[in-house]
């Protein structure tokens, strides 16, 4: 079974700072990965995710994450953050014959205005 | 909206009670997911159905049971509920049954007193 590892567990930056969260996760065979984000308050909703193909991918609302084989790693970043970026955000991942999908802890990231 | 429907949104009940969370997932998904989200324990895994039959299961206690029918609606039932089942509970959706994206519901707030 696989397990996912967010570094992070609370991050805070002021308005137009970069971000950059990391995931690792252990399973090594064919995986999908996503990232969810959580707002205060709200159901999880869907970032951006990586099943093939560009390492690199975008999401919604300028987010991007590179999935990096070799470190096992899919790392999610933003340029420059937003205080509505103030929220959770879960690095999750499906693999093999793995049905479940499997949630990091979770990081916590507040941006000031 | 995610379109994956839970119901009731909020729930309080006494130790001991038992109580049936509903889900009913987007329109056209087979795949139904039970995630139990606590502020100690994060966001954790307890079983997934694909058509009708269990297909991964997690971190469920034996207290606790799902199914889902074939109108494809699931319910989770809870019982002889402990304080420390006071969660968020959270019904996902996904077309099929591994390595498809998920659609969350809003959650069931369970309180239990």
């Known amino acids: 079974a696989q397990s996912v590892s967010q570094h992070n567990h609370h991050v805070i930056l002021s308005e137009a700072a970069s971000l950059e969260l990391g995931c690792n996760y252990s399973?090594?065979?064919?995986?999908?990965l996503f990232w969810y984000v959580q707002y205060p308050g709200q159901h999880l909703q869907l970032l951006l995710k990586?099943?093939?193909?560009?390492?690199l991918v975008k999401g919604i609302k300028g987010f991007e994450a590179e999935f990096i084989k070799s470190k096992f790693s899919f790392n999610l970043r933003k340029p420059s953050v937003q205080w509505s970026d103030t929220a959770e955000y879960f690095c999750?991942?499906?693999?093999?014959?793995?049905?479940?999908?499997?949630f990091g802890a979770g990081t916590t990231v507040t941006v000031r205005a | 909206d995610s379109g994956v429907t839970q119901t009731p949104k909020h729930l309080i009940t006494a130790t001991g009670q038992r109580v049936t969370l509903r889900c009913s997932p987007r329109s056209g998904d087979l795949s139904v997911y039970w995630y139990q989200q606590s502020l100690d324990q994060g966001l954790q895994f307890l079983i997934q159905?694909?058509?009708?039959?269990?297909?991964a299961k997690g971190n469920i206690l034996e207290r606790f049971s799902a199914q889902q029918f074939p109108d494809l609606h699931s319910e989770l039932n809870l019982s002889s509920l402990e304080l420390g089942d006071s969660a968020l509970y959270f019904c996902?959706?996904?077309?099929?049954?591994?390595?498809?994206?998920?659609?969350f519901g809003q959650g069931t707030r369970l309180t239990v007193v």
């Open positions: 996902a959706s996904s077309a099929g049954h591994m390595n498809t994206e998920a659609f």
């Open positions: 399973y090594g065979g064919t995986v999908n």
């Open positions: 999750a991942v499906t693999g093999g014959n793995d049905y479940k999908l499997s």
């Open positions: 159905y694909y058509n009708g039959e269990e297909r």
């Open positions: 990586y099943f093939s193909g560009d390492p």
